[in-house]
């Protein structure tokens, strides 16, 4: 199996400071807040989960508007991951609140609202996923980013 994102996660010697690089040598950062004990430099593990759903909605709203030619000026997105620890016999619940702006007719909005459930990322939350973890001697590809440790 061929992935279609990879991004390699590199814990140094801050605490809970993750450094994070893709494949299209983008980087960035990940922590934990300071009462978990981290330094608060990058977004949670969990915001940056739930803030792919939002990018993800955003683009693939903006791209179907574009092509059909409608007047979407704007799409702003408000994630909330409601539930995750411990995950509920029902699952983990997110809700997602889609403000639109341009003069978009009532059926144009509607279409937008059936597109926003149809991006990659939704896709992927609601079919099953497996996770494979295994231990490797080394990475293949990656490597961490210049991103540096605020000590």
């Given amino acids: 199996m061929t992935a279609i ?18 494949d299209l040598d983008h980087h960035w950062l990940a922590d934990e807040p300071p009462d978990k004990g ?4 990058g ?3 969990t915001r940056l989960l739930v803030a792919s759903l939002g990018a993800c909605t955003a683009i693939t709203m903006k791209m179907y508007a574009a092509r059909k030619g409608w007047p ?12 995750y620890v411990p995950v509920p016999e029902t699952g ?5 609140e889609i403000l639109l702006r341009g003069p978009l007719s009532p059926e144009q909005r509607d279409r937008l609202l059936a597109i926003a ?10 079919a ?11 990475l293949s590809g990656l490597e961490p980013g210049p991103v540096k440790d605020q000590a």
């Fill in 43 to 45: 977004p949670t593990p």
């Fill in 128 to 138: 099953p996923i497996g996770i494979e973890t295994r231990l490797v001697e080394n």
């Fill in 117 to 126: 459930g149809a991006c990659p990322v939704h896709r992927i939350f609601n």
């Fill in 72 to 83: 979407l000026e704007a799409v702003e997105i408000r994630v909330d991951l409601l539930t």
């Fill in 5 to 22: 994102a990879s991004v390699t996660a590199n814990l140094g010697n801050v605490p809970y400071t993750v450094r994070l690089t893709d």
């Fill in 38 to 41: 981290g330094a608060n430099l």
């Fill in 92 to 96: 983990t619940s997110i809700r997602c």
